[in-house]
């Protein structure tokens, strides 16, 4: 499996990004496609969530200001930020979980994609 996120930039508090992850070798049977991000020095934060099934979860950092989607044919996973503030500054990571929870092996993770927000 391999994910590789993209999209990140420079942008003006209050303003809108979407981020991409394509994504290669998803397995047929999968737990869920998910957006993290990690500012530095803390630990990984869930974003959103799209399980395999469809079902959609927002993290409460950025509930109601983000949309998750997932382009099944093109095999793209998008975040779409609104209104993003210079707390939401990070790096913006793609994951897939899939397999055995207990596995290390359940978490694959995409390099990860710099958003940077301005006052």
């Known amino acids: 499996v391999q994910l590789q996120a993209s999209g990140g930039g420079v942008v003006q508090a209050g303003g809108s990004l979407r981020l991409s992850c394509q994504i290669s070798?998803?397995?047929?049977?999968?737990?869920?496609l998910n957006w993290f991000r990690e500012v530095s020095g803390m630990q990984r934060r869930l974003i959103a969530a799209?399980?395999?099934?469809?079902?959609?979860h927002y993290g409460d950092s950025m509930k109601g200001r983000v949309t998750i989607s997932r382009d099944k044919i093109k095999g793209v996973l998008y975040l779409q930020m609104n209104d993003l503030k210079p707390d939401d500054t990070a790096v913006y990571f793609c994951n897939l979980q899939a397999g055995n929870s207990y596995s290390p092996n359940y978490n694959h993770w995409g390099r990860g994609t710099l958003v940077t927000v301005s006052s």
């Open positions: 070798g998803l397995p047929e049977r999968f737990d869920s």
């Open positions: 799209v399980e395999s099934g469809g079902a959609v």
